[in-house]
């Protein structure tokens, strides 16, 4: 009766969002490109090392809900309408790639959060939860440097942890601060439809960015070239 029974984990996994692809190969450009950016962009001033245990790729099914790029899509066509511009499918397309910006940054949380990321995605705290180093206002956090988000991993010294590298699109208007902003997401929201994110500008940033070499895996993203990440040489 119980032989026909799913193993459990097996169930689980079944059950996921995304599917994980293991990468084996260190000689591959994508193994090396995130091996060299997660340590090199490791900043000394957020006193955190981290070690790879294993790299994974996730794969997201092809129109799959995507509340975030529903929301931008959304955004788009109420600042046509407000601009009264009638374009066309080709224009709409040209002014899409114009204000697209895909980054690849990291996201840390943790370890008992990763089940349902895998499961519904990222995703901004519920109302209900309490926010704890919110310095921007509600939203999803990412940085460019993975020492920074591996600090929300909650991890103790020699600990296991997980760290997302996420394709974001940020978009190339941004809301620049230096500071703590509570509301950024009320500025995201009054900026009429221009902004996608807020950017915080602190004292290392990167030297540079420069465009990934592998095809993301049904990522929104046509071509590789599309997705950029950090490049080799970064402001520490």
């Not at 519904?120 to 519920?126: F, M, N, Q, V």
Request: with cysteine; net charge positive.
């Amino acid at each position: 009766m119980f032989g026909s029974l799913a193993q459990p984990t097996h169930h689980v996994y079944s059950c996921l969002k995304y599917r994980l692809r293991r990468l084996t190969d260190p000689t591959s450009a994508e193994w090396r490109d995130i091996f060299r950016y997660l340590h090199g962009s490791n900043q000394p001033a957020h006193k955190i090392r981290v070690e790879v245990q294993g790299i994974y790729a996730l794969s997201i099914e092809p129109n799959s809900p995507n509340d975030y790029q529903d929301w931008i899509h959304a955004r788009e066509l109420a600042r046509l309408q407000a601009y009264r511009v009638d374009e066309s499918t080709a224009g709409r397309a040209a002014r899409h790639r114009i204000d697209t910006k895909r980054l690849l940054l990291w996201h840390g949380t943790p370890i008992h959060n990763v089940i349902s990321i895998l499961e519904t995605g990222l995703r901004t705290r519920p109302p209900n939860c309490t926010a704890r180093r919110a310095m921007f206002g509600k939203a999803i956090y990412l940085a460019d440097a993975s020492s920074k988000s591996a600090n929300y991993c909650g991890s103790q010294n020699g600990e296991e942890a997980v760290l997302f590298l996420c394709e974001a699109d940020v978009g190339r208007g941004r809301v620049m601060h230096e500071q703590r902003c509570r509301g950024g997401d009320i500025m995201i929201q009054d900026s009429e439809k221009e902004k996608r994110c807020v950017q915080g500008v602190g004292l290392n940033q990167p030297a540079g960015w420069k465009p990934i070499r592998w095809r993301i895996a049904a990522a929104p993203a046509t071509s590789a070239g599309e997705v950029e990440m950090v490049g080799r040489n970064t402001s520490l």
